[in-house]
């Protein structure tokens, strides 16, 4: 059935639409939302290495986290894509309270995250080591399901491991392991176990 071309605009305006409204950032009121910091433990034996693809994933230690998500990144063509095709720049403490968030400029491209403020709404220490860039590999299809469907706002919960991913012909991408470092190489890299987002209001 040949349909005129104004309905299929129609139906693809609707589309975009439909999916904006669905990626839409949630709001919230004062207050902080998450109190508490990441939990990451060391290994108390070496882990079996784990796999994404043709990729070797060794965990580096054990990491939980529940925070406010700041803005979601997606990726498809970088050298990551495959193994980590989501990045959440994630915050606790006061870095989850809409008093301070809306006083700063957040965005996120090319793996980093990126805020900026005219003065700042606390210390910026705080801000540092309240907030990070998030790399995650989904362990199974279900998880990555669960990540592709975060929102800014939405509040998650997830538990895995910081980890090192070596590659063919020498890649290499390691984690972090403290929250207090910032520039390249200041990112979690997470190999997601469990993943849930909270009840939306």
Same mark, same amino acid.
């Given at each position: 059935?040949?349909?005129?071309?104004?309905?299929?605009?129609?139906?693809?305006?609707?589309?975009?639409?439909?999916? =904006?409204?669905? =990626?839409?950032?949630? +709001?919230?009121?004062?207050?902080?939302?998450?109190?508490?910091?990441?939990?990451? =433990?060391?290994?108390?034996?070496?882990?079996?290495?784990?796999?994404?693809?043709?990729? +070797?994933?060794?965990?580096?230690?054990? *990491?939980?986290?529940?925070?406010?998500?700041?803005?979601?990144?997606?990726?498809? &063509?970088?050298?990551?894509?495959?193994?980590?095709?989501?990045?959440?720049?994630?915050?606790?403490?006061? @870095?989850?309270?809409?008093?301070?968030?809306?006083? @700063?400029?957040?965005?996120?491209?090319?793996?980093?995250?990126? &805020? =900026?403020?005219?003065? *700042?709404? !606390?210390?910026?220490? #705080?801000? !540092?080591?309240?907030?990070? %860039? @998030?790399?995650?590999?989904?362990? %199974?299809?279900?998880?990555?399901?669960?990540?592709?469907? /975060?929102?800014?706002?939405?509040?998650?919960?997830?538990?895995?491991?910081?980890?090192?991913?070596?590659?063919?012909?020498?890649?290499? &991408?390691?984690?972090?392991? +403290?929250?207090?470092? /910032?520039?390249?190489?200041?990112? #979690?890299?997470? &190999?997601?176990?469990? *993943?849930?987002?909270?009840?939306?209001?």
């Amino acid at each position: 059935m040949n349909l005129p071309r104004w309905v299929w605009l129609l139906a693809l305006l609707l589309a975009l639409a439909w999916c =904006q409204h669905a =990626q839409r950032p949630l +709001t919230h009121p004062p207050g902080v939302l998450v109190a508490d910091a990441p939990l990451q =433990q060391a290994l108390d034996a070496p882990v079996a290495s784990l796999h994404k693809g043709d990729a +070797t994933i060794t965990p580096l230690a054990r *990491f939980s986290l529940s925070a406010r998500v700041l803005s979601r990144a997606d990726y498809h &063509w970088d050298a990551g894509a495959n193994i980590a095709p989501v990045d959440l720049a994630v915050g606790w403490g006061r @870095m989850s309270d809409s008093a301070i968030l809306d006083k @700063m400029k957040l965005s996120q491209s090319g793996r980093f995250f990126h &805020w =900026q403020v005219q003065e *700042f709404p !606390i210390p910026e220490r #705080e801000i !540092i080591e309240s907030a990070a %860039n @998030m790399h995650l590999i989904p362990a %199974n299809a279900i998880i990555a399901r669960e990540i592709k469907r /975060t929102r800014a706002g939405d509040v998650v919960s997830l538990d895995g491991y910081l980890v090192q991913v070596d590659g063919p012909g020498g890649y290499k &991408w390691v984690s972090s392991l +403290t929250r207090s470092d /910032t520039g390249a190489g200041a990112c #979690e890299l997470v &190999w997601v176990e469990h *993943f849930d987002i909270a009840p939306r209001r």
